[in-house]
């Protein structure tokens, strides 16, 4: 893995604030070894421009509340609600309307690179919470 350890705490704390806007398909892709401009790709997706937009703001809230407080240097596709990148340098997020994600597929662009894990706390809390109940 060649994500610096700022770049998996932001990565982790974007796709945790996607999960809990109901994001889909969260994927988080190490392309450090690829590029040299960023880390890591956090991708997310939603089925309508109004969760696109929420989802990123949830994202950007999250981030803000890091000790470090993280602020995207770039936040690009706002507009149109459709692919919403927001760059962090360490890492960047995309978070795409369904169709988009689909059609562009980032995560067969980018299928030779290792993906790092992401677990929605809320299902593993939930998973947890039902294996100990039986």
């Known amino acids: 893995m060649t994500v610096s350890e700022r770049a998996h705490e932001l990565a982790m704390a974007a796709a945790q ?36 937009l929420a989802i990123v703001d949830a994202i950007e809230e999250r981030l803000l509340e890091l000790p470090e407080k993280a602020k995207p240097v770039r936040r690009e596709g706002e507009r149109g609600g459709r692919w919403v990148l927001l760059d962090y340098v360490d890492i960047v997020v995309h978070v795409q309307h369904t169709e988009e994600r689909e059609f562009y597929a980032l995560d067969r662009l980018w299928k030779d690179c290792p993906q790092i894990p992401f677990v929605d706390r809320d299902l593993a809390d939930s998973a947890a919470g039902t294996a100990s109940a039986e």
């Open 17 to 52: 604030a996607a999960a809990d806007k109901k994001a889909q398909d969260i994927v988080i892709i190490d392309v450090g070894d690829q590029l040299a401009i960023t880390d890591a790709f956090v991708l997310a997706a939603a089925p309508n421009e109004r969760q696109v």
